[in-house]
């Protein structure tokens, strides 16, 4: 049975920590069973895998497809029936894993929304890790297809941020998505640790078709091709389905090879890649002459597990901005087929890179449909502090004495933990407040991180009611080991500025 694991990232890339995960490293695992996925010329037929002495493990109903576990020696069984066309390992696929405020202004959304296009009225499938209840999310339906649970609520975290970034509501509070009035769907095809098996996946694609998705956001991916997975996403996109994908965190520093992942590499599927807020390209987006479109993916903010939101990069953040778009672009385009609607994203770019279409941008970074007016709405107010981890041993701020006439601030940064294991999460909490120890709403906090080699990562947010502003950070088992050192520096109109410092470690 092969595992795939994909590229993940968080806010390593920008980070400077090592995390350039490949999407596809691949184990083997020793069973006298195996689980495969039959691909059939024609109708699909059980008999073909009782003759193998296997058992059927899911039907679908929009492929010729079978999920079954046979003994590894009667594979060769399946595969000599003249009714089957191919015979696939279930491999198991995992996760391609920041802030909305930039993002969702970087592609234009509140011109949008301006004109009233919101996505109001679009279905959104998310095959993902589920969707977990979330006050900033509303989540119309969903189902579950892991062998461990029958529901559809998130237990890892992505797919939660993976939806906020499509849909998360336009309601004053947290943060806003793309097309925050659209009706999301959880489909839930990958388990806790954001790994799960091939035939899951494709029955949630499979859902999706019978339950009538309009476009379905796949934020996951694999090296390895599939038969089976190519026939449900061109069945979906045959159907009137918009399907998205990730493109892979596969990238190379010079992005000279192909390393776009499946499904996104498929034709009926919209590969996405990923830049910064610089319009750059960061290294560990794939590249390939399938990358179709760009758009946000690095240090992207979004809902989260236990009401809380955190930043992550990542192609799993690019794909559902341009889901939202697409969502955006039906709404103001009604009659328009599928494929009128994917070129239309592909016209409304701003073209990135070298003249014309390319391996690193596609035809470029996306843009919202533009209505009746060009007006900018006011960004969403940032994170409430009932969403933040609890923090420990905080370093207190020395205030800067500047001139006597402007009033105080005072700073303080911490994290909830002071060693963490390579792979756990880091909060990184700062707390502002004027000399009398009243909270700031509305102050500006510039982090700065220090790696162990020197590299600094810079990060920028903005305190909310309780005076707070925190992000959180996956590491992984690659990252670099040592001492971090974080710098929160507050500035706010009238006020004198403050600093505050603090370190944690990574072993």
């Given at each position: 049975m092969k595992k795939i694991i994909s590229a993940v990232t968080f806010l390593l890339v920008a980070f400077g920590f090592t995390a350039n995960v490949n999407a596809a490293v691949v184990t083997s695992v020793s069973t006298s069973n195996e689980r495969v996925i039959v691909v059939f010329k024609n109708k699909a037929d059980k008999n073909v895998v009782s003759r193998a002495r296997g058992n059927v493990r899911r039907e679908y109903k929009n492929a010729n497809v079978l999920s079954v576990s046979v003994p590894t020696t009667a594979i060769k069984v399946l595969k000599d029936d003249p009714n089957v066309l191919a015979v696939e390992q279930d491999i198991i696929v995992k996760t391609n894993s920041q802030t909305v405020d930039w993002g969702v202004n970087k592609i234009q959304a509140p011109t949008a929304w301006s004109s009233s296009y919101t996505g109001k009225g679009v279905k959104i499938g998310i095959v993902d890790t589920g969707i977990a209840n979330h006050e900033d999310l509303s989540v119309a339906g969903g189902a579950a297809f892991t062998s461990y649970?029958?529901?559809?609520?998130?237990?890892?975290?992505?797919?939660?941020?993976?939806?906020?970034?499509?849909?998360?509501?336009?309601?004053?509070?947290?943060?806003?998505?793309?097309?925050n009035e659209a009706s999301l769907y959880a489909i839930k095809v990958l388990g806790n640790d954001g790994a799960g098996y091939l035939s899951d996946i494709i029955a949630g694609i499979d859902w999706c078709i019978t339950n009538k998705m309009d476009i379905i956001n796949l934020s996951l991916g694999s090296s390895v091709p599939s038969t089976a997975l190519q026939q449900e996403v061109d069945k979906a996109y045959n159907q009137g389905i918009l399907v998205v994908a990730a493109a892979g965190n596969d990238g190379t520093s010079d992005g000279s090879t192909d390393t776009v992942d499946y499904p996104a590499k498929y034709s009926s599927v919209i590969a996405v890649a990923a830049i910064d807020s610089n319009n750059k390209r960061p290294s560990f987006s794939s590249t390939g002459n399938t990358v179709e479109v760009a758009a946000p993916g690095v240090n992207v903010l979004s809902?989260?597990?236990?009401?809380?939101y955190?930043?992550?990069?990542?192609?799993?953040?690019?794909?559902?901005?341009?889901?939202?778009?697409?969502?955006?672009?039906?709404q103001a385009n009604p009659g328009l087929s599928p494929n009128q609607l994917r070129a239309k994203l592909n016209e409304n770019v701003i073209d990135l890179g070298i003249s014309g279409k390319d391996s690193w941008y596609g035809y470029g970074l996306i843009q919202a449909p533009k209505g009746q007016t060009s007006t900018v709405t006011q960004p969403i107010s940032t994170i409430p502090t009932n969403t933040q981890p609890v923090t420990t041993q905080p370093v207190v701020s020395q205030p800067v004495t500047t001139q006597p006439s402007k009033l105080g601030t005072r700073t303080v940064v911490s994290t909830n933990k002071a060693y963490y294991l390579a792979g756990d999460i880091i909060y990184i909490k700062a707390k502002v407040?004027?000399?009398?120890?009243?909270?700031?709403?509305?102050?500006?906090?510039?982090?700065?991180?220090?790696?162990?080699?020197?590299?600094?990562?810079?990060?920028?947010?903005?305190?909310?009611?309780?005076?707070?502003?925190?992000?959180?950070?996956?590491?992984?088992?690659?990252?670099?080991?040592?001492t971090y050192k974080v710098l929160a520096e507050t500035t706010y109109s009238s006020y004198m500025t403050s600093s505050s410092n603090t370190a944690f470690q990574i072993y």
């Open positions: 649970t029958t529901s559809y609520l998130d237990d890892n975290g992505h797919g939660t941020h993976v939806a906020g970034i499509i849909g998360a509501k336009n309601n004053g509070y947290g943060i806003v998505g793309v097309a809902t989260y597990l236990n009401n809380k955190v930043s992550m990069s990542g192609t799993s953040m690019s794909a559902p901005f341009v889901t939202g778009d697409l969502a955006l672009l039906k407040t004027d000399t009398s120890g009243k909270a700031i709403q509305g102050a500006a906090v510039k982090f700065s991180i220090t790696s162990p080699k020197g590299v600094v990562t810079i990060y920028k947010g903005m305190t909310d009611r309780y005076g707070e502003a925190f992000f959180g950070i996956l590491t992984y088992r690659i990252t670099g080991k040592g």
